[in-house]
């Protein structure tokens, strides 16, 4: 079994998180995103990762080896949750969240976009829906961790870094908590040792 992946990739982050908590044994293999292998390439055209080869079988789509890697594990019942609720978390943040968060963070590829609008718009659309989740609950669909948790996290982690003291400043303390005890996780921590980059 082997994962193409990329350490800072939010996407890469949250696949490599749910197959250390399943108990998956896989090779890394660290791409460059300038200099991408070819033999990942070949099994998966679109040149984004995570991709995870498991002989004839690919899966190129962070949600679906998250999913793969519960039904082969799910020790503390990650995935005992609403699927409709689930989904409509997980298509907000891959959706206008990660648009916001890209005009928030790379404000230089979108000039005709105001920082503070992309700001004001995460908070509405993502931010303080979480902030009211998590001040009634210890996580987002209540009080037990989920994989919704997990794929949501690494998105609000790399938005908390744009700025720290703006972040700092949201009116927001549930959802920093909530993000502190990710970020100082034996699990997230376990997953972010950095690898050489893999060569064909």
Not at 70 to 88: F, H, K, L, T
Not at 121 to 130: E, F, N, S, V
Request: hydrophobic share 40%.
């Amino acid at each position: 079994m082997i994962l193409y992946s990329y350490r800072r990739c939010p996407y890469a982050m949250r696949a490599r998180m749910t197959l250390k908590y399943a108990n998956i044994e896989f090779e890394h293999r660290e791409i460059e995103l300038r200099n991408k292998p070819q033999s990942m390439l070949l099994v998966s055209p679109k040149g984004t990762v995570p991709v995870l080869c498991m002989g004839d079988e690919v899966l190129d789509q962070s949600v679906d080896i998250m999913r793969w890697a519960i039904d082969q594990s799910d020790p503390a019942g990650w995935g005992n949750v609403d699927d409709a609720i689930a989904q409509a978390w997980i298509e907000k943040n891959d959706g206008p969240f990660k648009a916001l968060l890209d005009q928030y963070k790379y404000p230089n590829r979108f000039p005709e976009l105001n920082q503070e609008a992309a700001l004001e718009q995460a908070l509405q659309i993502m931010l303080l829906p979480m902030e009211q989740s998590l001040q009634a609950t210890e996580y987002l669909l209540g009080d037990q961790m989920t994989w919704v948790d997990i794929a949501i996290f690494p998105f609000v982690r790399q938005f908390s870094m744009v700025d720290v003291n703006q972040f700092e400043q949201l009116p927001i303390p549930a959802t920093k908590r909530w993000l502190a005890q990710h970020l100082e996780s034996e699990l997230f921590n376990s997953v972010m040792h950095k690898h050489p980059v893999w060569r064909d």
